[in-house]
């Protein structure tokens, strides 16, 4: 099932994609990739491997909806994908992919090209990233390239790709005076973007109700996920304002964003989430 937007364009639906309305997706982090700061010489890719898949295992097992794999273990972050990480991305994600029941998605930070080309090349069904704006953060000058990244997916013959533009990139802050509702309408308007999520200041950190109220009230039928800072108190509200959610911090050991996924955690998350939809 689909819709189009004013301009014509087919959008993908989101309940189809993921079997349920207000889905939820859980992430997968990956550990230090080859080529960054704390990668583990010693356990290698096999190691990253064998983490990733029994977090994937926990987050199933949990129930969540899809699954989003992130290189979130690669401090300091990068603004182009160095060619080892990715292929070792690549190559964790495909020998994963195959226990994996749920749709799931893949996330480079912060390269939006890569990441539309990680998506292809792992087969997955959708990707999230910055795609939109210029920004002054942590990694230096933050330039997206939207136009490049969505003329890949049709270059590598995926327009079923679905594309998360976050628009209000954590570590970071936008340069220019639009409010975040005034750029997540533009992200529509003029980068095509298929869904919009909306973050806190930083991982674990949620987002203001009334920020995700002003932007869905701002983009009309395209779809709003909160992006971070979602857990087991707040998901009711944030899932009454909004299309659904991102979750990461919340469901490892303790809450903390570098532990493993704690498989209790995400069952009594995703029985909150059953009570609020």
């Not at 939820?24 to 990739?33: E, F, S, Y």
């Not at 699954?67 to 495909?94: K, Q, S, T, W």
């Not at 996924?261 to 995400?266: A, P």
């Amino acid at each position: 099932m689909t819709s189009s937007d004013a301009g014509g364009r087919v959008r993908p639906s989101i309940s189809a994609l993921f079997g349920t309305a207000k889905p939820v997706i859980g992430m997968a982090h990956l550990l230090p990739l080859p080529g960054s700061p704390l990668y583990d010489r010693k356990a290698g890719v096999d190691g990253i491997a064998e983490a990733v898949a029994r977090d994937v295992a926990a987050l199933q097992a949990g129930g969540v909806d899809g699954i989003m794999f992130g290189n979130e273990g690669d401090r300091p972050y990068v603004l182009a994908a160095p060619p080892e990480a990715l292929a070792a991305m690549a190559a964790v994600v495909a020998r994963v992919s195959p226990t994996i029941k749920v749709p799931f998605g893949v996330d480079f930070l912060w390269d939006p090209v890569a990441t539309v080309a990680l998506a292809v090349a792992t087969g997955a069904r959708f990707a999230r990233e910055v795609f939109t704006g210029v920004y002054d953060s942590d990694m230096g000058l933050w330039k997206p390239d939207a136009a490049t990244a969505l003329r890949r997916r049709v270059e590598l013959d995926r327009d079923d790709l679905v594309l998360l533009f976050n628009v209000n990139a954590e570590f970071a802050a936008p340069l220019g005076d639009r409010d975040v509702a005034t750029k997540a309408k533009s992200a529509v308007f003029s980068s095509l973007a298929d869904v919009v999520c909306v973050s806190g200041p930083m991982t674990g950190e949620v987002a203001e109700d009334s920020l995700f109220a002003k932007v869905k009230a701002a983009v009309g039928a395209t779809p709003v996920f909160a992006n971070t800072g979602v857990n087991k108190d707040n998901v009711a509200g944030i899932l009454k304002h909004g299309d659904g959610c991102v979750v990461g911090t919340h469901l490892k050991k303790d809450g903390v964003t570098w532990n493993a996924v704690d498989g209790d955690r995400v069952a009594r998350f995703m029985d909150a989430v059953r009570a609020a939809r």
